[in-house]
């Protein structure tokens, strides 16, 4: 989806925090936004999603502008596991996920 | 069981070959997907089936074929195919029309097409 988009690349020491954030200005009202990540081209992998509020889970937090224009995953405590390609999500009414960009994350020891 | 399978994981196909990727998942979801994923580029959304009737076609060439026989069940029919067709083939599913649902992946089959 081009309407959303995300650095193309990111590096973050191991135990500290991973910031990555995501452009969908143009997203509507009744849009979801989701995370996921994808390890070695395997099936990506759930991690959060969020509508207005902001989320905290198990994995990471998310953060959503209050506009809705952009949002950030955080991990809060980054280690090498977490080195993969993480993809903001739009999903849309209708059963439709669309994919933005991608970062690719790598954590260095 | 939360699994998303897909088979076979791996196919090499001819441009005149006739072949099928096969996708299940037994979590009751009524609303299923194909995605298609080249090299370092991101998924892109092929097809939706809701309620095993076919929802959205994001205009893909018609040598790919969908099929949905059952709400367990989600085919992809592959004919006469072009080499820049070679990706890595993704399938979801979701519970339909929840928003705040996410959807569960499999681990995609590996196509090339020689």
């Known amino acids: 989806d081009a309407k959303t988009t995300q650095p193309t690349s990111m590096d973050c020491a191991e135990g500290r925090a991973a910031n990555l954030p995501c452009n969908h200005s143009?997203?509507?009202?009744?849009?979801?936004v989701y995370w996921y990540r994808q390890i070695h081209s395997q099936g990506p992998q759930y991690i959060i999603h969020g509508l207005k509020n902001n989320e905290t889970n198990e994995m990471a937090s998310l953060i959503i502008t209050e506009d809705r224009k952009s949002s950030t995953l955080i991990l809060p405590h980054a280690t090498l596991r977490d080195t993969a390609v993480y993809y903001c999500?739009?999903?849309?009414?209708?059963?439709?996920?669309?994919f933005g960009t991608g970062t690719s994350l790598t954590v260095i020891p | 069981d939360t699994e998303v399978t897909q088979t076979p994981k791996h196919l090499v196909m001819g441009m005149t070959n006739k072949k099928s990727l096969k996708c299940e998942q037994h979590m009751g979801h009524r609303a299923m997907y194909w995605y298609k994923q080249k090299a370092k580029k991101p998924p892109e959304l092929m097809f939706v089936?809701?309620?095993?009737?076919?929802?959205i076609n994001e205009s893909v060439p018609s040598r790919f074929s969908p099929e949905c026989p059952n709400s367990s069940l989600l085919n992809l029919h592959l004919h006469a195919l072009q080499p820049e067709d070679s990706a890595l083939y993704l399938c979801a599913s979701s519970p339909f029309g929840r928003g705040d649902t996410e959807a569960f992946f499999g681990q995609g089959t590996r196509l090339t097409v020689v």
């Open positions: 089936y809701s309620y095993e009737k076919l929802s």
């Open positions: 143009t997203i509507s009202g009744n849009e979801y």
């Open positions: 999500i739009r999903r849309r009414t209708g059963n439709q996920f669309y």
